[in-house]
């Protein structure tokens, strides 16, 4: 772990295992922290911006140099990172070189850029007064993360609380801790303050817990499940911390008869199957116009059918494993629990018949159609390659299915009718609304869920008012012309 500016180790010496999904063999150890390492991390996080010389805003500018360092080293080690990311989560080395370690590299410049545009207002009172705001770091900040995107998670929680002046404890979840330690060498080369950023691994239920409790920390930013967001956020009240939630989804993609057919069955690919459909933002609901339905499900049908399932490190892959064997029963059980309810599976369904490894958690991409959208793949997220299909007449009854659900994180919307794009886009009830696109994300735009898919944003300019809080200082231009009630 990294903890003060020194790799340590935990002190009762336990180690907690990293498997390949893919294989499921132990590819790395890292200690499992307990209480006491968090409270190690959370001084040396408080020292280190009580001392004042990290939030200065005198250091605005070399905090930000020190992101790009960050950034362009990051760049230097792409397959490096890539290679350790797939290992540990699954992923396929496409997508975590095409696209994971180069948008933590991304977010870390974004924010480089950021770091010296933090600045608040002056306000037009309507008297002889100097009335302006400053826009001031919280603190220690804590945030805890899930396994399906680790590095960029990283990513997106460090880099803007840093920007900001802030000091950071984070956990990654773990399941995918060691591309966060490797990290960390980077923290160490570039010589970031000991104390800026701590690493601390292990369990929630301990070492997510003890940060979410402790009182010396400000703010918790959590990514995870909408059940233990309601957790940290009831526990996070004891002490008043702030909090911000990037929760669960089960987002739906709605295609009109006017839509470019081929772009959108591309789109759908894309929405659910990415990352073996263990993203947050997955359009896991397809929306077909009943005109288009026919023709859309068969070259669906068609396209999933071809997707190649493989190992990690597979460069023809399109679709890794999943990550446990807990989530491929529970995935599975999904699937059943779709045939059970009357619906009809129109390809993959189960474990691959020739799985790419034996030992690894393969599951074959999965389209269902089903009756509607009451049925428990269409109200539960299954966080797997798993599509429900359904079918709608009209704009209004396309709406009423989308937001026919308790999560509001994403969306897309597959039309040429640029007024039903933007009628439709304003009426999803989501953080995120892609109109004939699905899926890309970027550290200049905000991500964040309506409903009870969380609060608060990640990313972008927004993501600096989770980190941020407001001063408001008064300056008196007029000695003495102030009303005194009291002579
Ligand atoms: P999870 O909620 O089980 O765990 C997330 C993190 O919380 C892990 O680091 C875990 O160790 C920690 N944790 C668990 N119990 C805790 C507790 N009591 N106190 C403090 N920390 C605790 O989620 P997961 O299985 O890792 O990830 C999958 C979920 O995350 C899905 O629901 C998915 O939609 C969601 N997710 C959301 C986003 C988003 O940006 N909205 C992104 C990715 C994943």
Request: glycine letters at 8%.
């Amino acid at each position: 772990m990294y903890i003060g500016g020194e790799f340590v180790n935990s002190t009762s010496g336990i180690k907690l295992e990293s498997r390949c999904p893919g294989n499921n063999e132990v590819i790395g150890l890292f200690p499992e922290a307990g209480v006491s390492e968090v409270n190690q991390a959370v001084d040396a996080a408080f020292d280190c911006f009580n001392d004042g010389e990290w939030s200065d805003v005198k250091n605005s500018v070399n905090r930000g140099r020190l992101l790009r360092e960050i950034g362009a080293k990051l760049r230097d080690r792409v397959d490096e990172f890539a290679e350790l990311e797939s290992l540990d989560s699954g992923k396929t080395i496409t997508e975590s070189s095409l696209i994971d370690v180069h948008m933590a590299a991304d977010t870390f410049e974004y924010y480089a850029d950021l770091s010296s545009q933090i600045y608040g207002d002056v306000l037009p009172v309507p008297a002889n007064v100097l009335d302006f705001t400053l826009r001031e770091p919280l603190g220690v900040c804590g945030a805890i993360a899930a396994w399906n995107f680790p590095l960029l998670f990283a990513a997106w929680k460090i880099a803007p609380a840093l920007a900001t002046g802030n000091t950071v404890v984070y956990k990654p979840a773990e399941l995918t801790s060691l591309s966060s330690l490797e990290l960390c060498k980077i923290f160490d080369e570039v010589f970031l303050p000991a104390g800026t950023v701590n690493i601390v691994t292990g369990t929630g239920a301990i070492v997510g817990q003890a940060i979410n409790d402790h009182p010396k920390i400000s703010k918790v930013s959590f990514t995870g499940s909408t059940k233990v967001g309601k957790i940290i956020q009831e526990r996070a009240s004891k002490t008043l911390k702030k909090v911000t939630l990037e929760l669960g989804g089960k987002s739906p993609n709605i295609v009109f008869s006017s839509a470019d057919i081929n772009n959108a069955v591309s789109g759908a690919l894309n929405a659910v199957f990415f990352n073996g459909g263990q993203c947050c933002i997955a359009g896991t609901r397809l929306l077909l116009q009943d005109s288009i339905y026919d023709e859309f499900l068969e070259q669906l049908v068609q396209r999933a059918k071809k997707i190649k399932v493989g190992e990690p490190l597979d460069w023809d892959a399109r679709m890794g494993p999943v990550i446990s064997a807990h989530q491929r029963d529970q995935i599975l059980n999904y699937i059943e629990s779709a045939r059970d309810e009357g619906c009809k599976i129109l390809c993959g369904g189960g474990e691959p018949s020739e799985k790419p490894n034996p030992n690894g958690f393969y599951i074959e991409p999965t389209i269902i159609e089903v009756p509607n959208n009451q049925v428990t793949v269409c109200q539960e997220e299954i966080f797997g390659p798993v599509l429900s299909v359904l079918k709608f007449s009209d704009e209004e009854e396309a709406l009423k299915i989308a937001n026919d659900t308790e999560y509001g994180l994403a969306s897309g919307v597959w039309t040429q009718d640029i007024k039903q794009a933007f009628r439709v886009g304003k009426k999803i009830q989501a953080g995120q609304v892609w109109i004939n696109q699905y899926l890309t994300l970027s550290p200049f735009a905000p991500h964040g869920g309506y409903k009870k898919s969380g609060f608060g944003k990640d990313l972008s300019k927004y993501c600096l008012d989770e980190y941020t809080q407001i001063k408001n200082i008064f300056v008196d231009l007029e000695d003495g012309e102030y009303i005194c009630l009291y002579e």
